[in-house]
């Protein structure tokens, strides 16, 4: 059984003029690490919040089509049932941020799924040790800087110790350092069995962390499958998508006649081919 | 021209945000702010409107103290774009949000559609004027706060985190707008941990750690600076992890490409294809 599919799934927002969702069918299955890219209004959030029921059941509108989580109908189960299943981080963190404290906020998520207190005492202390949020232990969520806020909605999310987590654009107001290093963590959940579904427009800082990109264009899939063959298509430039740098250097010189075999993600890896293509 | 002189701001009294903050900035520039989370910035940019005043040392806007001013003097000067455009937006649709700014520095309704017309456009939002913000996307909400601000034209423009949300079209409108709109005279100050922004599009960048100002200078030179790289937590560009690890074994490989064409032109020349 998939952890996620979407069975040719439409949505248009109530009072909309145009579908947001259009006839989506896919699989997301356990293990994989998806970046779901696309430009901006083409229903990346939309999708992120079909997968634990907010669509359509807190955001109402049209729907067709069924999103099973888990196995579970998105429409004929309530959302409760999807929050130990698929830990959403916001795009907007302060949306999401709803105690006084951080550490609350890291405890109210497990506390309403009924983790013992025990249990709840040890993911807190370690998402703050994870996180680096010490400083911030006794803040509230709403007195704090931006990334603060969104290093804490993260935490957060990460205490439901979800199967798969739905991160939508979860770094995006963080320094550049605190977004490698929460990145890692991610990959590194990733490794140890969490599904990932991230949204992201800096393809520069996830790409090499995918298994599989998902390109989104008004509404609908428009590519799906591995980050190289994605990424090498013309397609990301014409709908406006930020392929990675070294990848962008690989289609330039590719339009000169320079074929450097494989497709590369990262600089380090732009280096290594070219390395290679001279020693050959 | 704005200054700030020796600004200090605590929100608790506890925790100083701001530990004297001084800075010229003059007509005409385009100026990077960058930082850790946490750093300041938000908190500093908040003081060039107004918004938050000093609780020691002074703000001068064209050689006035705005301690004598009100935030809507100030406003019609400087123009604040927020990092949180759900702090900035609250009427009921893009249109009535963008003109309403308008309409309040005095501009008569048909001047006021005009121009709120016209930046809807240059932002990619054409036929979202009937829409309410709260029914828009991310980008799409932080695009129609940023409308609200640059459609005003004001002679300062500060703007936190502009391109939070964005794709890579949409950023490059973006600084389209900005370019030109400094072409006619303004004054651009950005926020942004968007490095590769800051280095295509501002020419003088500060750096802020722990409330304090630690560099300021061109950007070149700026983000050379090893102690800003590791005090505003940067991370190395993916052009210079690749021209680092090139150098390895290629010593001809320029010490600083940062350009994708640069690079582009080293790979040929190293091919023998050029
Ligand atoms: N509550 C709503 N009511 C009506 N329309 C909405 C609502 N929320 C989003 N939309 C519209 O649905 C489309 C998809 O929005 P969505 O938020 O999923 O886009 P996105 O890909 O996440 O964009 P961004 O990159 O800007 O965050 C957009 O055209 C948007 O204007
Ligand atoms: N409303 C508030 N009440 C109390 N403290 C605050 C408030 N807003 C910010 N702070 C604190 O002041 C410091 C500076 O915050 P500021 O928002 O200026 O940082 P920033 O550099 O903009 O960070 P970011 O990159 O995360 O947006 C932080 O330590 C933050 O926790
Ligand atoms: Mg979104
Ligand atoms: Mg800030």
Known sequence: ?280 | MIILEDVHYSYDGVYTALRGISIQIDDGERLAVIGANGAGKTTMIKHMNGLLRPQKGRVILDGHDTKFMSVAEIAREVGLVFQNPDHQLFLDSVKKEVEFGLRNLGFTESEAEQKRQKTLTDLGLEGFAERSPFTLSGGERKRVALASVLSTEPRFLALDEPTIGQDAHQKSLLAQMLAEMNKLGRTVVVVTHDIEFVIENFPRTVAMADGQIIADGSTSMVLSNDEVIERCALALPQMTLAARAMRNVFPEVGQRLTLLSELEETIMGILGGA
């Open chain 1, 1 to 280: 059984m998939a952890l996620v599919e979407f069975a040719d799934f439409s949505f248009k927002y109530l009072g909309a003029d145009s579908l947001a969702l259009k006839r989506i069918t896919l699989t997301i299955d356990e293990g994989e690490y998806v970046v779901i890219t696309g430009p901006s209004g083409c229903g990346k959030t939309t999708f992120c919040r079909a997968i634990n029921a907010l669509v359509p059941q807190f955001h109402r509108g049209y729907v067709a089509g069924n999103v099973y989580t888990d196995g579970k109908n998105t429409r004929e189960n309530e959302v409760a049932t999807f929050a130990s299943v698929a830990g959403l981080v916001f795009q907007n963190p302060e949306n999401q941020l709803v105690t006084l404290d951080v550490e609350k906020e890291i405890a109210f998520g497990p506390e309403n799924l009924g983790v013992a207190p025990n249990e709840i005492r040890r993911r807190v202390e370690e998402l703050i040790e994870l996180l680096d949020l010490e400083e911030l232990r006794e803040k509230h969520p709403h007195e704090m800087s931006g990334g603060e806020q969104q290093r804490v909605a993260i935490a957060a999310t990460l205490a439901l110790k979800p199967k798969v987590l739905v991160a939508d654009e979860p770094t995006s107001n963080l320094d550049p350092q605190s977004a490698e290093t929460i990145l890692k963590i991610i990959a590194h959940l990733n490794k140890k069995g969490m599904a990932v579904i991230l949204v992201e427009h800096r393809l520069d800082l996830v790409a090499k962390d995918a298994s599989r990109i998902i390109l989104m264009n008004k509404g609908r899939i428009v590519a799906d499958g591995n980050p190289r063959e994605i990424l090498a298509m013309d397609l990301c430039e014409e709908i406006g998508v930020g392929v990675p740098k070294a990848t962008q250097v690989y289609k330039r010189l590719r339009t000169r006649g320079v074929e450097l075999g494989t497709v590369p993600l990262t600089g380090v890896e732009l280096a290594e081919l070219v390395q290679e293509a001279t020693s050959r």
